[in-house]
Nanobody, 120 residues
Framework: QVQLVESGGGLVQPGGSLELSCAASGNIFSINDMGWYRQAPGKERELVATTSNGRITYADSVKARFTISRDNAKNTVYLQMNSLKPEDTAVYYC???????????????WGQGTQVTVSS
């Protein structure tokens, strides 16, 4: 059994900062990509940032403001969000591919989501 637990969301004023974290736990054999997506009300879920084998990808809308990082020893991915804007308001979801000790293939996992609200 594998779980993803997210933390760090909340309410912040425009221009402020937040850091999200997502920790994977359970019978983990190997983790591939780790990343963050977000979904605003009435919109489709979209990629925010991902990291895979040292390669990092950002959505154009967050480049130079958000930083994704990963601690492989803790099976944790982080998203440092600076210079937040009202349009960053969304539910943020952690995403990863994990091969557990009971499977021979990678499985798609999503976190439970954490609300980020940017408002004055």
């Amino acid at each position: 059994q594998v779980q993803l637990v997210e933390s760090g969301g909340g309410l912040v004023q425009p221009g402020g900062s937040l850091e999200l974290s997502c920790a994977a736990s359970g019978n983990i054999f190997s983790i591939n990509d780790m990343g963050w997506y977000r979904q605003a009300p009435g919109k489709e879920r979209e990629l925010v940032a991902t990291t895979s084998n040292g390669r990092i990808t950002y959505a154009d809308s967050v480049k130079a403001r958000f930083t994704i990082s990963r601690d492989n020893a803790k099976n944790t991915v982080y998203l440092q969000m600076n210079s937040l804007k009202p349009e960053d308001t969304a539910v943020y979801y952690c995403h990863t591919y994990i091969k557990s000790t009971s499977t021979s293939y990678f499985v798609n996992y999503w976190g439970q989501g954490t609300q980020v609200t940017v408002s004055s």
